[in-house]
C-alpha cells in the first residue's frame, strides 16, 4: 500500500467508507420495523435476541457492500470517474483481494449470529439465514450477478423489505404474521426506490460495462414514473392494513415523496447522489411514522 497522500484518507476512515454507512438505514430499519410490530401486537421485548438481529442485519449488508465495491471494480463497472460516491477498490485504497477477506469476515460474523439466532427461531431462520447470505454473494458475484440484470429491485424488495420485517418479527414473537408480510413489501418498495436512484444516476456508465439493470430496460422517463409508484404506494398500503394503532399517522409521509418524486425530475449527474441518501431517509420516516402509530 502505497503511503498516505493528500488524497487518501487515513485507514479508519477509509474502512468505514469501504463498508458504506449509508446504506445502513435501509437493514436498519425494517428490522426495527419487525421488532416494533412484534411489541405492539405482544407487549414484549426480547433485548438480546433483538440486538443479534439487527447486528446480523449490519454484518450481511457490510458483507454484500464490500464484495460488491471489489467485484464492480474486478469488472470495470466502478472507476475513480465514476459519479457516485467513492469506492474503496477504485480508488486505490485496498486491493480487491483485501476488500474480498473483509467482506468474508462479515459474511462469518453474520453466521456466527445466525447460529446464535437458530437456537431461538429455528430451521425458519437458518433457512433465512443461508438465503440472505447466498443473495449477498450472488449480488455481484458469479457468472450472473443479479445487480447486472434487471432484478435488482426485485432482491432488494425481497431482502431489504419483506425477508428482514418478517424475520425480525419471527424471532421475537416465534409466530408467522400477515401484517408483518405487509409492512415487509411496503418498506420493501422505497429500499428498491435507492437501487433504482443509483442505477438511474448511473444508467450511461452502466451500459458502458454491460450492465443491463432495469433502468436500461425501462430508460429514464418510465423509471420516474416506476419511482414515484416506488414511493407513494407503501404510504397507502400501510394506511389501510389491518395494523395496531393509528395507521392515519402515514399519510403525513405524503407530502415527503411528492418532494422526493419532483426533485428526481430535476436532478442528474452527481445531484443524484443527494437524491439518493434523501430517498433512503424516506423509508427510514416511514418506520418512524408506522412506530409512533402503534404508540397511539
Known sequence: ???????????????ILAARPKTLPLTLAPVLAGIALAVAETGQFAFLIALCTLLAAMAIQIGTNL???????????????????????????FRASQIKTAAHFMFLLAFLLG?????RGGWPIFSIGIASLTAGYAYTAGPRPIAYGPFGELFVLAFFG?????????LQTLVF??????????????????????????????RAAGR?????????????????????APIFMLFFAPLPGANELLISA??????????LRRSSGAALNMQLARTALFQLALVLLLILSFLF
Open 1 to 15: 500500500m502505497s503511503p498516505l497522500t493528500p488524497s487518501m484518507p487515513p485507514f479508519f476512515t477509509r474502512c
Open 67 to 93: 464484495y460488491n465495491d471489489a467485484a464492480d471494480f474486478e469488472r470495470g463497472t466502478d472507476t475513480p470517474d465514476r459519479l457516485g460516491p467513492q469506492r474503496a477498490t477504485a480508488q486505490g485504497w
Open 115 to 119: 447460529m446464535a439466532l437458530l437456537q
Open 162 to 170: 419483506i425477508v428482514t420485517v418478517v424475520g425480525s418479527h419471527y
Open 177 to 206: 404474521n400477515w401484517n408483518a408480510v405487509i409492512i415487509g413489501t411496503a418498506l420493501g418498495l422505497p429500499a428498491a426506490a435507492v437501487l433504482l436512484v443509483n442505477n438511474y444516476r448511473d444508467l450511461e456508465t452502466d
Open 212 to 232: 443491463r439493470t432495469l433502468c436500461h430496460y425501462l430508460d429514464r422517463s418510465r423509471a420516474r414514473r416506476l419511482y414515484a409508484l416506488l414511493l407513494v
Open 254 to 263: 405524503l407530502p415527503l415523496a411528492v418532494f422526493l418524486i419532483v426533485q
